[in-house]
């Protein structure tokens, strides 16, 4: 693959993030002839903290293994990309877009419905555990949730809080991190009762929002206090991740959502915030019965000039106000059933139907049956009106807390987002947070990993790759790709033969590399896949995933105890350093004599091959000729 200035693209209409750039693309259909090919537009923008005043794009084409010759003379595709600059020629901060894709779709015919590209709550493929909630025997129910996530550059950020029955609530404020969505590590926590500088006692915290913008971090969350009693909205900012837990802990940091004519201070909580076209969005929970969804616009994420556009969940309630299931014709009067959102919810964007999309989730707490339900609303802008489409009970009977709820996304591009939810999977009464990572054009997904992850210098290790079938029907003509990034030489050796795959649903299959190391340093590998459709014999490619990291050193020099490449009496000096001084481990073999123990005798085998000519170290047989 050629690549011209600054070394942003991927092969074959996959974004990724180098040097300071964020891609992401939209995609479009077009026929010539008789061939239906896809077009991508490109839009780049800019997560440095300097501006970038000028970007080359290139062109480029690619032949797969397998095919049909087509009229532009390969065998399949042709990317060709044009780059547009706005805004003077310095590409804007990226901030966090409200999704725009086809993970979520809006149909009107042959009647109002709203449809997932995938069945989320059967999906096992697509998410897993992020973050357990704090198990305690002693508590009736707990949850780790009320989350957010956040990509910042290579890593992935979650902020949420831990809660349970005894601690009244909220107790504990935490930040997650991993590069790969599956692993997870606790950056920093933060208990409720060490925050200082505060007038009241917060007795409980719920539902946050993690953000960057121009370099600058921003918290949004919402406590309970011992004097109001009631939910407020707040918002924190520092300059790192890191530096958030000390503006959260001190008081004097945390600024009243406010307007300067309303105060979010007095029952209101959960804030979701998201950009779109330039503005800055809030949903958050009016803590009412029944609760109020309320989506907010303004200029600037600290939302002090916010005007309340709608409130979302009324079109809902006034939808069921005289179903029999409330027990009453009044939604308001919470005996007859309690229109509860667990969480604001989130609002998606139809690119298909240009409809935007609310997701909220409502449960019932009246007498009988206590169901939980996603329900819908849609609309042709956020400003409204919004109408109620449909809803689905995805809980029959729960009956303890309900932690099916506080949802929050991260867009990648328009064909991927990452999803964080609140979700009691197992009905244990506790709230595990969990993680779902979407694609949606391609069913095929690749792991890339190597064994092992540290080599010298001509070693062979292996680079492997799984490929898995995520749909419900036959994958065809799947083939493995593979780019080096360092010196080396990387060769297919194991997997079907010749390289590509047919998978069936739900299965996967494993391709191997035989990779030999050149020069020290750090390698990685990118690797993915690509299928022809067998009717178009148009190309549908993975997302690229990136091997762990490699070191690459020089092979280890038997003897040579201290590191510096050569055999010295400093060798012999190291050794007695480490067994009588506790001194640091031979970097080389410092088993010179070869009898499986590292005593005097080694130091001893050095000296006399320094300087009485003796058996090298570690030759064969030495440890016989002393």
């Known amino acids: 693959m050629r690549e011209i200035g600054v070394s942003v693209t991927r092969l074959i209409l996959v974004a990724t993030e180098r040097e300071g750039l964020r891609w992401s693309r939209v995609t479009t259909s077009q026929v010539w002839g008789n061939i239906n090919w896809k077009r ?27 095919g049909r010759s087509g009229s532009l003379g390969g065998f399949g595709y042709q990317e060709r990309m044009t780059l547009e600059f706005r805004g003077g020629g310095v590409l804007p901060d990226d901030g966090i877009p409200l999704c725009a894709t086809n993970f979520i779709r809006y149909r009107s015919s042959p009647s109002d419905t709203v449809e997932f590209v995938h069945d989320i709550m059967n999906d096992s493929l697509h998410f897993w555990v992020a973050v357990p909630a704090e198990f305690d025997a002693a508590m009736s129910w707990s949850a780790a949730g009320g989350g957010s996530i956040l990509k910042d550059g290579s890593i992935y950020y979650i902020a949420l809080r831990q809660r349970s029955a005894e601690y009244a609530g909220g107790k504990e404020w935490q930040i997650w991190e991993s590069t790969n969505l599956s692993f997870w590590t606790k950056t920093w926590e933060l208990d409720r009762d060490s925050v200082s500088n505060r007038s009241d006692t917060v007795l409980s915290m719920e539902a946050m929002t993690l953000r960057r913008v121009n370099g600058t971090y921003y918290l949004h969350f919402c406590v309970r206090d011992y004097h109001a009693m009631s ?3 707040h918002w924190v900012k520092a300059g790192s991740i890191t530096a958030l837990k000390d503006s959260l802990k001190d008081g004097n940091a945390w600024h009243y959502l406010t307007n300067g004519v309303d105060t979010l201070k007095n029952g209101h909580k959960d804030p979701r915030v ?16 029944p609760r109020r969804v309320c989506l907010a616009e303004d200029t600037t994420i600290t939302f002090n000039s916010f005007t309340c556009i709608d409130t979302l969940s009324e079109v809902y309630a006034d939808s069921f106000v005289h179903h029999s299931e409330l027990g009453s014709p009044s939604y308001i009067d919470s005996s007859a059933g309690y229109l509860g959102p667990g969480s604001p919810g989130m609002i998606f964007y139809d690119i298909e139907t240009s409809k935007f999309i609310f997701w909220g989730t409502a449960w019932h707490q009246g007498s009988g049956a206590r169901p939980v339900y996603w329900y819908f609303c849609v609309a042709d802008s956020l400003r409204g009106p919004w109408s109620f489409v449909c809803r689905e009970k995805v809980v029959e009977d729960y009956r303890s807390t309900v932690t099916k709820r506080h949802f929050d996304y991260h867009v990648l591009d328009e064909d991927r987002l990452v999803m964080i939810m609140e979700w009691d999977h197992d009905g244990d009464s506790r709230g595990d947070l969990f993680v779902w990572d979407y694609i949606h054009d391609f069913v095929v997904g690749c792991a890339v990993w190597a064994e092992p992850d540290v080599a010298e210098i001509e070693e062979t290790i292996s680079l492997h790759m799984k490929v898995q079938n995520r749909s419900s029907e036959y994958v065809d003509s799947v083939v493995p790709h593979v780019r080096l990034v360092g010196s080396g030489n990387v060769i297919l050796n194991d997997g079907p033969i010749p390289p590509y795959a047919h998978i069936p649903p739900g299965s996967d299959t494993v391709f191997s590399w035989a990779y030999s190391a050149q020069d020290t340093g750090r390698v990685h590998w990118l690797g993915w896949v690509c299928r022809r459709d067998a009717d178009t014999y148009q190309e549908l490619v993975s ?13 280890k020099i038997c003897g040579d105890c201290n590191g510096d490449r050569s055999i010295t009496i400093a060798d012999a000096i190291f050794l007695i350093g480490y067994i009588y001084r506790g001194g640091s481990v031979p970097s080389g073999e410092g088993d010179v004599n070869s009898d499986g123990r ?3 005798a080694d130091a001893t085998h050095i000296v006399a091959y320094v300087y009485r000519g003796g058996p090298a170290p570690c030759e064969p047989l030495a440890r016989f000729i002393h």
């Open 231 to 233: 939910w407020a909205i």
């Open 543 to 555: 997302r690229e995933e990136m091997s762990n990291t490699v070191f690459v050193t020089l092979p």
């Open 40 to 66: 991508a537009i490109f839009i780049a923008s800019c997560i440095s903290l300097l501006p970038m005043n000028s970007v080359h794009a290139h062109a480029e084409s690619n032949d797969p293994a397998r």
């Open 598 to 600: 590292i005593t005097v």
């Open 274 to 289: 998201f950009k779109w076209n330039g503005k800055w969005y809030m949903l958050w929970n009016d803590d009412g019965v």
